[in-house]
């Protein structure tokens, strides 16, 4: 116990999450509290039900309770720690999709990976607009993975997500017409940034490009 306790301590405090989550009163109170709960395999030992006794040793109140806290203080802070490495690690996927290479399959494991299903609703919206904006820059695999599936079984997919990346297909086919038609009477200087802002409601392909 002692050697899992503590290496899950020690991956949830390295890792910086979100926000101020390495603020130094709060590492403090963390480490206290893994001293705390250390302290519950001794009592274990002494007052146990293991270890070949020929009878159950007697349990004070006083100490059942101070066991349970112990336990419960620890496990609060590695559960609220872990939305927060989650958080961060959410962040560094928003960040993925704007600038990095993705393959077949790849955001579906970095979904896994980040609890799509159990992290907070605005990180699920946040990453639902970043996979409708790489979508919509024609990556097809990421289409493919994050938004072509919210049509086929969209209950299988949080609410806040699916409100974000659910691109209408139709509604940016007819932006992007009525930029086109408008683009003959834009000033030349000015024509470069007007089709950049086109291409930005590029409808996604619906089949894998031939290369």
Known sequence: ????????????????????????AVRNLSQAALTIVGTLTE????????HGRARVPRVSR???????DASILWSRWALARLDEVLGGEVDL??????????????LDRRFDEVGLDDLFGDDQYRLGVAVAHRSMGGTFVVWE????PLGDRPLDWPEDYRR????DAAKLAEIRE???????????????????LTARFAVPPVSPPAW
Do not use: C, Y
Request: net charge positive.
């Open 93 to 106: 996927l928003i960040a993925d999709l704007a600038r990095g290479g993705f393959n077949r399959g790849l």
């Open 145 to 148: 993975s994050g938004v072509t």
């Open 178 to 196: 009525a930029l086109e038609s408008q683009s003959a009477v834009i000033p030349h200087r000015a024509r470069p940034a007007w089709e950049s």
């Open 1 to 24: 116990m002692p050697k899992l306790v503590k290496a899950a301590h020690g991956t949830l405090d390295r890792l910086p999450g979100r926000g101020q989550a390495a603020q130094a």
């Open 62 to 68: 006083e100490a059942a309770v101070a066991a349970s």
């Open 43 to 50: 009592m274990r030992n002494e007052l146990g039900t293991g």
């Open 164 to 167: 974000s990346a659910a691109v």
